[in-house]
């Protein structure tokens, strides 16, 4: 990592021997130094126009959204005493933005899906992932009969998914599609101002 | 892994997932690869949030899994990429170049698929249009098939691709040490490209356009009709099942690109990187991804598709092209004399020298113009003594002297000892001054990766302390807002407008101004991210 | 009769050892026997060697060993007869002083090779400076060192640095000013050429500048007070090529083109650079003196960050 040899002490050579001698070293070695020590350089000036205002308005609008989406997976304790306006007025805002997100159980790990769910579907998921796993291409039009069941069965499975999250924790909605963690709310209101 | 990558790693998880994925996935980049069980263990955190974490990490393609240390029988282990999670930050630059590539539409894709991990093509369609029509003056509305042609652009140019299908198949990729098991589990093949299907659009049953719904609409309509919508985007449209990704790896082959190009245009001219484009763009087709130069085309060809609008005559492109092979930089070689000369765009190269000179200009603005000298002296003559430095550089001895120190002392100069004598005496030794390009750009790597992080802490600090004003200032909008549904007087409305004073909107201006700052820091930063990460890979791929 | 002959033949004595010190002077490093003969061919051996040995015996010649035999010198008439009436100890120093040239010879080396005591020695040297026979010059390879070399000798670019030292310290600044001039220069030639929108191939070439061509410019803006060589500049044009800003191309050269040296030519430009200043460097960050003691909650941390702050509020 940079600058280990902040010191004398840190090279494995008398430095000495390089003509730095205690006389010599430069002046931060002196006494004790500022905390912040006077910069010599200023940074240069950010690159500006269209190009880099276009994409810190994106930067800014993904930010915002992200915290509206389902993937912003909230803690359980999450009862945060906030203002109640504000909460209904983004949860309002958001309204466009909230949906519920049902995973594609076919493209992730049986064990991964919601705990009681799991442990009763586990007997029948398993042997049908195999055979699936066993189809050959020109068995392709069979695969998509196969996979259109399927989804029937995940649409369904991933409505309860979300009712069982709504048993097991009572603000579940609010918890879930409530605007994310105070810092966003900033840049949310550049955001608006962000259009296409 | 370093502790600066896990730091940004875990800022950028919070800032885009929340706290619980942020627990999850830093966790699991410090250990490499971990059980469900193992995760929700040491994590402390319960095993339905842990599912639900590593969904989302899946579904954005920052985790894989796979059978673990005790093989097929035993549990799936989960691991997550420092990489792809890094990535993120790169998210504002690859939608604003699918902008530029395919206008709005093309935006709107990619801001869609980038947000939601990986979605259908028929459920972008639908959003996008949505979306689209969502803008759009009263009464006009986008047809889906404009987005289809947008979308099927950016798959043809490799932008979006396929999801690698899941197999219940042993994926070698992923898991080399288990040769044989049994299909019981499901892995991920690692690479999307060697699946055949990748960029094989899907025929899709979808006709109709974006539809619009209204923001002044009152909730309970405005559910119904998302509820509708909802409904609507789950019907059967052909493609179920198939999943698109954005390819970011395409899109790095294109900042790379158009990197070199613009470092063309600044050393030469215009001309000269429009040549260099046209090359560019011949190959892109031709060249792996991580070759050290191009595909070599002919002058002939060349000469057929430089646009006509540089009116760029025979012999003179043949004047550029030897202009751009004599100059030092290299960006373009000779690689035989045939068609007219066939020439190759040196990535590699150009790549290095973009690089050297990211590490230089750092020196330059960091240390000023006569450290800046020194580094480059050194960068060019590989080993001097401090008499040498002092005199090729003409800077007298006692400030090279400190310049050397601190350079030194900074990492960004090494020194090696070559002892006359065996024993080691200093008074017998040479001491020869360094740079060594490739570690010195590993260094600012991680310098970027901490800068990064940095600015991200501040935004959040800066955030925090203001946190008031802005609940006030949302507050009051959400009043204003409304009031302005329910028709309220322009009166009224003002008075409330008033509750915010103007010292506090004063501070929320200049809040606006430091996040605004500091987020278009983030993004200037990474630019010099992706030189130096391109430069590194490069490196480890030419040997 | 006879008399008219010696007459004439001490005047050809005379002539011949006039010519034999004009030779010298011509040659000041030595000249061979053969030298002579070549240019008096009707001079008989044994004359010149008369002559020769008269001039010996008066102390205005030196005869010297090289390599290639026997060399004569003239000997410094001035100090020839200076040197009148000093004692063998102060001869032999001035013997060690003479032969260390314009290089100069530190005291402690005249110790070496007089073997006399270092008291004495320092007696000799200032008895030899203040009949200005010998100077003292500081030289820049070690601050401390003196050297001593003949009085009317031009002390090597090794003792004094050349043009860039004036009284052994280093001139910064003037070699900065001609840094810039030098930049000037070839930046405004890369700007005519490619203002003159010729075919590019023209247009590089005439962005070229030689070296020669460099140094007329200096030496014509008159910002030098000491004399620069064509060397000198290039040296000059190193520290743009290492500041980035200028490129050296050698081209081959028929002998006897303006500023060709062994058949090469040195041809400088002024170039731009490939990229921008880099994006880590727009924030303080990237030139934060104090980065590595910097992590949240401690001391030096982003939230804390003075360089931050004024930053953002600028």
Redesign the interface.
Same mark, same amino acid.
């Given at each position: 990592m940079a600058g280990k040899g902040r010191g004398v002490a840190a090279f494995t050579f008398n430095i000495e021997a390089l003509g730095i001698t205690r006389g010599s070293m430069p002046e931060t070695q002196q006494g004790p130094r500022a905390l912040f020590p006077q910069a010599e350089f200023k940074p240069v000036p950010l690159k500006t126009g269209e190009d880099e205002d276009y994409m810190l308005a994106l930067k800014q609008e993904i930010r915002g959204r992200m915290k509206g989406l389902p993937f912003n997976i909230k803690p359980h304790s999450a009862k945060r005493n906030v203002e109640r306006y504000k909460e209904k007025y983004t949860r309002e805002c958001n309204q466009i933005e909230d949906e519920e997100w049902t995973p594609d159980w076919n493209r992730l790990p049986v064990e991964l899906m919601p705990q009681n769910k799991a442990i009763r579907k586990r007997s029948s998921k398993f042997p049908e992932l195999e055979k699936r796993g066993e189809k050959s291409d020109d068995e392709k039009e069979e695969k998509t009969q196969k996979k259109e069941d399927d989804n029937e069965e995940e649409a369904v499975e991933g409505e309860e998914y979300d009712e069982e999250e709504l048993e097991e924790e009572n603000d579940y909605i609010e918890s879930y599609f409530e605007d994310g963690d105070d810092f966003a709310a900033g840049s949310d209101d550049n955001m608006d101002e962000a259009t296409y | 892994m370093?502790?600066q990558e896990v730091r940004l790693c875990a800022l950028l998880l919070q800032?885009? /997932?929340?706290?619980?994925?942020e627990k999850v996935g830093t966790h699991l980049l410090r250990s490499g690869a971990l059980n469900?069980r193992a995760l929700a263990h040491e994590t402390r955190t319960?095993?339905?949030?842990v599912? +639900?974490?590593? #969904? $989302?990490l899946?579904?954005?393609g920052m985790c894989t899994?796979g059978p673990g240390r005790r093989g097929p029988a035993g549990?799936?282990e989960y691991r997550v990429s420092c990489e792809r999670i890094l990535y993120m930050l790169r998210?504002?630059?690859y %939608? =604003?170049t699918a +902008?530029s590539l395919y206008g709005?539409t093309g935006?709107l894709v990619m801001?869609e698929i980038?947000?939601?991990?990986q979605m259908t093509m028929s459920n972008t369609v639908r959003t996008v249009a949505d979306r689209l029509t969502?803008?759009m003056e009263d009464g006009q509305s986008t047809d889906y098939n404009d987005v289809v042609t947008a979308f099927s652009r950016l798959v043809e140019t490799h932008f979006l691709q396929r999801?690698p299908p $899941?197999?219940?198949?042993t994926s070698k990729k992923t898991v080399s040490e288990v040769p044989e098991s049994p299909? @019981?589990? %499901?892995t991920q093949p690692s690479q999307p490209e060697n699946y055949p299907d990748c960029y094989k659009l899907p025929q899709i049953h979808l006709t109709g356009r974006g539809k619009r719904?209204r923001?002044d609409e009152d909730?309970d309509v405005?559910?119904r009709v998302?509820k509708k919508a909802?409904l609507e985007h789950?019907e059967?449209c052909g493609d179920?099942?198939i =999943?698109w990704q954005v390819n970011v790896e395409r899109f790095h082959l294109h900042f790379r690109h158009q990197a070199i190009i613009s470092?063309?245009a600044?050393?030469l001219?215009q001309?000269?990187s429009e040549i260099v484009r046209t090359m560019l763009r011949m190959s892109e087709v031709t060249t792996p991804a991580n070759a050290a130069y191009t595909q070599a085309v002919s002058a002939n060809e060349i000469f057929r598709a430089v646009p006509p609008s540089y009116n760029i005559s025979r012999p003179?492109l043949d004047? =550029?092209l030897?202009?751009l092979v004599d100059d030092?930089?290299e960006f373009v070689g000779k690689a035989g004399d045939s068609g007219g000369g066939m020439y190759v765009v040196n990535l590699h190269r150009a790549l290095a020298?973009?690089a050297r000179?990211?590490l230089?200009? $750092?020196v330059?603005?960091? /240390?000023?113009?006569r450290s *800046?000298?020194?580094f480059?002296?050194l960068l060019?003559k590989r080993h001097l003594e401090?008499k040498q430095v002092e005199d /090729?550089?003409?800077?007298?001895? +006692?400030?090279a002297?400190?310049m050397l =120190?601190?350079l030194?002392?900074? !990492?960004l100069v090494q020194?090696q000892?070559i002892p006359k004598t065996p024993d080691h005496a200093?008074?017998r030794?040479f001491?020869l001054y360094t740079v060594n390009q490739l570690p010195t750009a590993r260094?600012?790597l991680?310098? #970027?990766y +901490?800068?990064v992080? !940095?600015?991200i802490?501040?935004?959040? /600090?800066?955030?925090?302390e203001?946190?008031r004003h802005?609940?006030k200032? &949302?507050?009051i909008? *959400?009043?204003l807002?409304?009031l302005q549904a329910s028709g309220a007087e322009p009166a009224q409305l003002a008075e409330v407008e008033e509750m915010i004073t103007a010292p506090e909107r004063q501070q929320l201006e *200049?809040?606006?101004?430091?996040? !605004?700052?500091?987020? @278009?820091?983030? !993004? &200037? $930063?990474?630019?010099?991210?992706f030189?130096l990460e391109s430069y590194i890979k490069s490196t480890s791929c030419s040997r | 009769m006879t008399d008219v002959k010696v007459k004439k033949e001490s005047t050809d004595v005379v002539d011949i050892e006039n010519r034999i010190k004009e030779l010298c002077q011509q040659f000041p490093h030595g000249i061979t026997d053969q030298v002579i003969q070549n240019d008096m061919p009707h001079v008989e051996a044994q004359q010149r060697a008369m002559a020769i040995n008269r001039l010996l015996s008066l102390g205005q010649l030196d005869l010297l060993r090289n390599s290639n035999g026997l060399l004569y010198r003239l000997k410094d008439t001035q100090s020839a007869s200076k040197m009148k009436g000093s004692d063998n100890q102060e001869k032999l120093v001035y013997q060690i002083i003479e032969d260390a040239g314009d290089k100069g010879i530190w005291s402690r080396d005249i110790r070496y090779k007089s073997n006399l005591p270092l008291t004495e020695i320092n007696k000799i040297l200032k008895n030899l400076e203040s009949k200005k026979l010998i100077k003292a010059v500081k030289s820049v390879a070690a601050s401390k060192k003196k050297v001593y070399m003949l009085y009317n000798l031009q002390p090597d670019r090794s003792v004094t640095g050349g043009a860039w030292y004036s009284d052994q310290d280093f001139e910064s600044e003037f070699v900065e000013v001609l840094n810039q001039q030098c930049f000037k220069f070839l930046q405004s030639k890369a700007e005519a050429a490619r203002d003159s929108k010729q075919s590019p191939m023209v247009q590089r070439n005439s962005s070229f500048a030689t070296s020669h061509e460099v140094w007329k410019y200096i030496c014509e803006l008159g910002i030098s007070k000491v004399d620069l060589s064509m060397e000198d500049i290039e040296t000059i044009l190193n520290t743009l090529i290492y500041d980035g800003k200028v490129e050296m191309t050698i081209i081959a050269a028929k002998e006897g083109t303006v500023g060709c040296v062994d058949g090469q030519m040195k041809l400088y430009r002024g170039v731009n650079p490939i990229i921008q200043p880099t994006g880590l460097v727009k924030t303080p960050c990237g030139l934060c003196p104090v980065f590595d003691d910097c992590h949240e909650g401690g001391e030096i941390s982003p939230s804390t960050c003075v360089y931050m702050s004024e930053w953002l509020d600028f």
């Open positions: - | 370093t502790a800032e885009h /997932f929340g706290e619980v994925v469900l319960s095993l339905d949030l599912k +639900k974490s590593l #969904c $989302v899946v579904q954005h899994f549990p799936l998210y504002p630059r %939608i =604003y +902008k709005d935006e801001e980038l947000q939601r991990g969502q803008n999801c $899941v197999d219940t198949a299909a @019981s589990t %499901i719904r923001s909730g405005g559910a998302a909802k789950t059967a179920e099942g =999943y470092a063309v600044s050393k001219d001309t000269s003179i004047q =550029y030897t202009l030092p930089m020298n973009l000179a990211t230089e200009s $750092v330059q603005e960091r /240390f000023g113009s *800046a000298r020194i480059r002296l060019r401090q /090729f550089a003409m800077i007298p001895a +006692k400030e002297k400190d =120190y601190t030194l002392s900074e !990492n020194l000892e200093p008074s030794t001491y260094l600012l991680q310098n #970027c +901490k800068a992080g !940095n600015l802490d501040r935004r959040l /600090f800066e955030t925090k203001n946190k802005l609940e200032s &949302q507050r909008e *959400a009043i807002g409304s *200049a809040l606006r101004h430091h996040i !605004n700052k500091l987020d @278009s820091s983030e !993004n &200037q $930063v990474d630019e010099t991210i030189l | -």
